[in-house]
């Protein structure tokens, strides 16, 4: 057993996007971009693409039913935190870093891992923090690259 303190549950930040003139046709000038760090309190779908893992629990019903009617990889069956947040500042759901095929992260993106702690050890396999924030660095490359 892991102790206490590798463990990490809420940690999110909000930042204010700021975008060249080319860009703020499309985006308000203080366009609010949503960025989650964090383990299963937060995990919306990460641990569904993790490499060499076996599928979670969170693949199966009855998670997601009361909201989305089917598995999100969310440990709930409805909405987590960051979807209300999400709500609340008028953005779309977060969707999580590792799903296939997103990379517009204009509203942010969720990195957190069910079972990540702050230490790698932790939980081997999982997202733990470093790796999240190497993650962040990539989606800030990324958006630098597409605001230009
Ligand atoms: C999973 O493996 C693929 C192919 O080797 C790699 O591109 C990807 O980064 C890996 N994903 C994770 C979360 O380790
Ligand atoms: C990325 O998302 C933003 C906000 O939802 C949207 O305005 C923009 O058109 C998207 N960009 C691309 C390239 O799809």
Redesign the pocket.
């Known amino acids: 057993m892991a102790s206490l303190s590798s463990f990490f549950g809420l940690l999110v930040i909000f930042a204010t996007l700021h975008f060249p003139t080319t860009c703020r046709a ?2 308000p000038e203080n366009h609010v971009a949503f960025f989650i760090f964090g383990d299963s309190l937060l995990d919306a779908g990460n641990n569904n693409y993790l490499n060499g893992t076996s599928p979670s629990a969170t693949t199966s019903w009855p998670y997601g039913e009361t909201f989305f009617h089917h598995p999100t990889g969310r440990v709930c069956d409805g909405r987590i935190v960051p979807d209300f947040i999400a709500e609340y500042a008028k953005l ?1 759901l977060i969707p999580p870093y590792l799903q296939p095929g997103f990379n ?1 992260y ?2 942010g993106v969720n990195f957190a891992s069910a079972g990540a702690g702050i230490l790698p050890e932790t939980r081997p396999g999982t997202l733990h923090l470093k790796l999240q924030l190497s993650y962040f660095e990539e989606a800030e490359k990324g958006l630098k690259a ?1 605001a230009r």
């Open positions: 499309k985006l779309p517009n204009t509203d597409a």
